[in-house]
T-cell receptor, first 115, second 113 residues
Framework: GAGVSQSPSNKVTEKGKDVELRCDPI?????LYWYRQSLGQGLEFLIY????????KSGLPSDRFSAERTGGSVSTLTIQRTQQEDSAVYLC?????????????FGQGTRLTVV | KNEVEQSPQNLTAQEGEFITINCSYS?????LHWLQQHPGGGIVSLFM???GKKKHGRLIATINIQEKHSSLHITASHPRDSAVYIC???????????????FGKGTKLSVKP
């Protein structure tokens, strides 16, 4: 596609339910990142995929969070047993290379609200 | 201490004013990004810099690698420039992983007509 696409754009879920957030990166981009922006906070790194390498999961806040990237393209971020503190904007970005020294492109984000 | 510091946190300007937003960082970087986030939450990448200066329309970004400092300038500001401007650095060594972006907390700009 022309840009990084995320879906859904907005999601309201009940506490305790599982949610899946999707990111479709720019075609050919080998690097894919997930970030989170909680209300009033800066952007926080969650997870990084680079090609077929094992992902860097060092930013995931708890074991309720997981992500996968199928076929080196689309990525899904899954949050199990959602909590109110999970409410945030979840942003996906992709870039051509192994480092963000190449230009990063951001999706529009998914605004998650846990009620 | 945050690795990326932005100033000011909030900025209100009158239409037409020249605006400067500053970013200082403390880590070694491979690139610095300036991002714009409008109230709907979407993020647009404005610039990526590793040295010198870039210009796009009314926006100018500069970086001084020795001083670990970057500035984003907006000339002839307009109400549609109202947004949060975020500085982010790409650091090869952050967290022991390649290519993580470290974000500043953003500068909220409001341009009044």
């Amino acid at each position: 596609g022309a840009g990084v696409s995320q879906s859904p754009s907005n999601k309201v879920t009940e506490k305790g339910k599982d949610v899946e957030l999707r990111c479709d990166p720019i075609s050919g981009h080998t690097a894919l990142y997930w970030y989170r922006q909680s209300l009033g906070q800066g952007l926080e790194f969650l997870i990084y995929f680079q090609g077929n390498s094992a992902p860097d999961k060092s930013g995931l806040p708890s074991d309720r969070f997981s992500a996968e990237r199928t076929g080196g393209s689309v990525s899904t971020l899954t949050i199990q047993r959602t909590q109110q503190e999970d409410s945030a904007v979840y942003l996906c970005a992709s870039s051509l290379g192994a480092s963000m020294g190449t230009e990063a492109f951001f999706g529009q984000g998914t605004r998650l609200t846990v009620v | 201490k945050n690795e990326v510091e932005q100033s000011p946190q909030n900025l209100t300007a009158q239409e037409g004013e020249f605006i400067t937003i500053n970013c200082s960082y403390s880590v070694g970087i491979s690139a610095l990004h300036w991002l714009q986030q409008h109230p709907g939450g979407g993020i647009v990448s404005l610039f990526m810099l590793s040295s010198g200066k870039k210009k796009h329309g009314r926006l100018i970004a500069t970086i001084n690698i020795q001083e670990k400092h970057s500035s984003l300038h907006i000339t002839a500001s307009h109400p549609r420039d109202s947004a949060v401007y975020i500085c982010a650095v790409s650091s090869m060594n952050y967290g022991g992983s390649q290519g993580n972006l470290i974000f500043g907390k953003g500068t909220k700009l409001s341009v009044k007509p």
